[in-house]
């Protein structure tokens, strides 16, 4: 607890960060899109602007056959040729990951009006704080896989043909740019798009398929896994992403969460700030897409 004019202030940013951290591996709609599945959460924001500094090298990798030619690395070649191909040199630099938005609450707790014990309506608020940044967390991380995507797809219409070419689309998308196969692959989609795939012809029993129409229920399709998602957790005109899991990195730093006694009322003053965002790898973009409906797709 610290002092400022003589009133005491106190800090729940640990409390708070574990909190954040917490409903964001369980509730946060593009966790999986993020390694570890949740957020760094950092206790303070050192740099208005920086949040952390990676080595980075865009330097790709060169493949040669061993070449055993009697005038490379010997003979007429010796000193000034190598049997192992050209050297690339490969040099790491320094890329500055920036702070992209803020969030922030303000709250009042009154001794003559609460109706609950003090310190229990503090943990209470902090912790619906926490599940509110949620919805903004939701909706910034939708922006960013949106911006990441290195291929846009569209189709006109709902139908199995423009349906099955989508997925298969999407699916030449990864195996063409050799996306690792053991990595996860995942299909954010919108219900339109969830509920033709359940009622899609090739979805049926003969063919293995994990659609049940009883439940409206289909697991995976063309080797993605899938999730229906909202309309307004798209951004407009998409109606798809699909990435494979753990290649970004979410954080936010958290500037302050306190409580400060209150000159206006006879309680305290519970405020937070923070700032956050979100980093991928250039190479990593290749395993992101996306698919857009023609021009009538509501806002996300």
Do not use: C
């Not at 920036?98 to 009042?108: D, I, K, L, S, T």
């Not at 309506?121 to 909706?139: G, P, T, V, W, Y």
């Not at 291929?151 to 139908?159: A, G, L, N, R």
């Amino acid at each position: 607890m610290g002092n400022n004019q003589n009133q005491p202030i106190r800090r729940y940013n640990k409390q708070f960060m574990e909190l954040l951290q917490a409903v964001v591996e369980k509730r946060a709609l593009f966790r999986d899109f993020f390694v570890g599945g949740t957020i760094e959460a950092l206790d303070g924001v050192q740099h208005n602007e920086t949040a952390f500094s990676v080595k980075t090298s865009d330097i790709p990798v060169v493949v040669s056959e061993y070449n055993t030619d009697p005038n490379v690395g010997m003979g007429t070649g010796t000193a000034n040729s190598s049997r192992f191909g050209e050297i690339t040199e490969i040099i790491y630099e320094d890329e500055d990951v920036p702070y992209r938005w803020v969030w922030n609450f303000h709250e009042g707790i009154d001794r003559a009006t609460v109706n609950q014990d003090f310190n229990v309506a503090i943990a209470d608020r902090l912790a619906l704080q926490a599940e509110a940044k949620i919805e903004k967390f939701n909706q910034e991380h939708s922006w960013f896989i949106s911006q990441s995507a290195s291929e846009s797809f569209s189709i006109e219409e709902y139908t199995d043909e423009a349906v099955n070419k989508l997925f298969n689309d999407m699916r030449k998308h990864f195996v063409n740019n050799k996306v690792r196969a053991n990595l996860t692959r995942v299909a954010k989609v919108n219900p339109d798009l969830y509920a033709y795939l359940v009622d899609n012809k090739l979805a049926t029993t003969g063919k293995h398929s994990s659609a049940n129409v009883d439940t409206g229920e289909i697991y995976q399709y063309k080797g993605f896994i899938l999730e229906e998602i909202a309309e307004t957790d798209f951004q407009k005109g998409d109606i798809a992403y699909a990435y494979a899991t753990g290649i970004a990195k979410a954080f936010t730093g958290i500037n302050t969460a306190r409580t400060i006694e209150s000159h206006n009322f006879d309680g305290v003053q519970l405020q937070g700030h923070g700032k956050a965002g979100e980093y991928i790898p250039e190479q990593n973009k290749i395993a992101v897409v996306k698919a857009t409906f023609g021009e009538n797709t509501p806002e996300g």
